[in-house]
């Protein structure tokens, strides 16, 4: 593994550079790194931070909103001095309740006094349509062009009061605007629908089981934002010709598929987001479909490179070279065998719990059945735990679904199973036949 270079950013190649005879696919995990010296050489940007409060009527009783409430001002109280922020309620309207005038407010004492006191009037009532919430965050992130803006979204329900064509409409105009981390509180959500946000606004998805939990996770929700001081990092990938990109994926610290937000940018060459980056490293399995050359044949596969809105800052190389040797082209990267059983491991528990809301238990215990196992094979314990949630696990190693599963507990697995561990660094570059 490289470390990162006086400019602070470091990309390290994993691959087995050997193909067989014949062969036209080119598999290979891309490490990127980076340090402080990326953040110091960063000019400083003003930061905006958007809470972003489920205010709807199931949010009312006991707990769910005055924790929730707690949560914001826990957020505020860890957020820096002169960060900009806002409040925004949302019901089946959205309606930015501190500041009352203007986009944001500057955080410092008096502000978070007058946001406590808009807080205290706050009374939940109403529906859920959190495209319209997205819609007036983006607002707010267009009158910030120049900043770095970030939202937390709460919500305890589905996105009932609005169509879905609608949601997904919002988070399309919102992409590249905001950051967005989204929370579900309880089991009555959708993690689909905060999936889908998450996904396209390089945030987090996640759910905090009881409400008394909220005020810890959104501040170190906000502590994260603030660690994050480049807007954006991109790859850009140059293939040859005849060549082409079948999928790149993020693979750590959880997996994405940014293969469709390819932005092509010249003959060969295409950009991908990345999204706001700190001290930061984060893996990404790319797969090439590259025209063969006869045995001894050697090409560049693809140069794929890290930058910012200036010039590249680092580049590795994916190589591609023929043979008809099987010792050489039979061995498989451990990065890449690794990370291709983590990302089977989050689409079988997603088809498995699918597969258990249709009735369909054959189905899901199969799946469930093959998760379990590329859980323990691959030294995810995290997901491991999850699945006892939902399965039971005789000595035998045999799964069976349980009568009776706390729903918490089933979207925990959900929402979670696309977090991978990562391979271990002495691993990387080896190979296994």
């Known amino acids: 593994m490289n470390s990162p270079a006086e400019n602070g950013v470091s990309v390290d190649v994993d691959q087995n550079e050997f193909l067989a005879e014949g062969t036209r696919t080119m598999d290979a995990v891309v490490t990127v790194q980076t340090s402080d010296a990326l953040a110091v050489a960063a000019p400083p940007q003003q930061r905006v ?34 960060t900009h922020f806002a409040i925004v309620k949302g019901t089946d309207t959205a309606t930015v309740v501190y500041p009352t005038q203007g986009p944001s407010a500057v955080a410092n004492r008096e502000s978070r006094a007058a946001a406590r006191r808009a807080l205290d009037k706050l009374k939940p ?57 989204c929370r579900g509180v309880g089991s009555d959500w959708e993690p689909e629908e905060l999936r889908a946000i998450a996904s396209a606004l390089h945030g987090t998805v996640d759910i905090v089981k009881t409400a008394d939990l909220l005020a810890k996770d959104f501040a170190a929700m ?14 850009r990938v140059w293939t040859p010709v005849g060549a082409r990109i079948v999928f790149l994926k993020q693979v750590a610290p959880a997996i994405e598929n940014l293969t469709t ?20 490293e984060r893996d990404y ?11 001894g044949g050697k090409k560049l596969a693809a140069r794929i490179s890290v930058f910012t809105d200036a010039d590249p800052l680092a580049q590795g190389l994916v190589k591609a070279e023929w043979t008809t040797d099987t010792d050489l082209s039979a061995p498989i990267s451990r990065g890449v065998a690794h990370y291709t059983g983590q990302a089977e491991l989050a689409q079988v528990v997603q088809e498995g719990l699918a597969a258990r809301k249709a009735g369909d238990n054959a189905t899901a215990t199969q799946k469930l059945q093959r998760a379990m196992h590329l859980a323990q094979e691959s ?15 005789d000595e035998a190693g045999t799964v069976r679904l349980r009568a009776h599963v706390d729903p918490s507990d089933e979207i925990a697995l959900n929402v979670r199973s696309s977090k991978t561990a990562r391979v271990r660094p002495e691993d990387r570059g080896k190979g296994d036949s």
Request: charged share 25%; hydrophobic share 40%; with cysteine.
């Open 125 to 181: 009532d109403g529906g859920t349509a959190i495209g319209t919430w997205l819609g007036v965050s983006r607002m707010i992130a267009q009158k910030h062009p120049d900043a770095m803006v970030h939202a937390i979204l709460l919500t305890d329900g589905k996105n009932e009061h609005e169509t879905a064509a609608r949601l997904a409409e919002e988070i399309r105009a919102s992409e590249g605007l905001f950051t967005c981390d």
């Open 261 to 280: 937000r390819r932005v092509e940018t010249a003959p060969q060459i295409g950009e991908y987001p990345l999204g706001a980056w700190g001290v930061d």
């Open 222 to 235: 906000m502590e994260s934002s603030m660690e994050k001081t480049i807007p954006e990092l991109k790859l």
């Open 49 to 82: 931070e958007i809470l972003i409060i489920d205010c709807s009527g199931s949010m009312g009783g006991r707990e769910k909103f005055p924790n929730a409430r707690t949560a914001t001002l826990a957020a505020l109280d860890v957020m820096p001095d002169g």
């Open 379 to 393: 030294g995810n314990d995290n997901t491991a735990k999850l699945l006892r949630g939902v399965v039971d696990v």
């Open 285 to 295: 399995h790319i797969k090439i479909d590259i025209d063969p050359l006869a045995p």
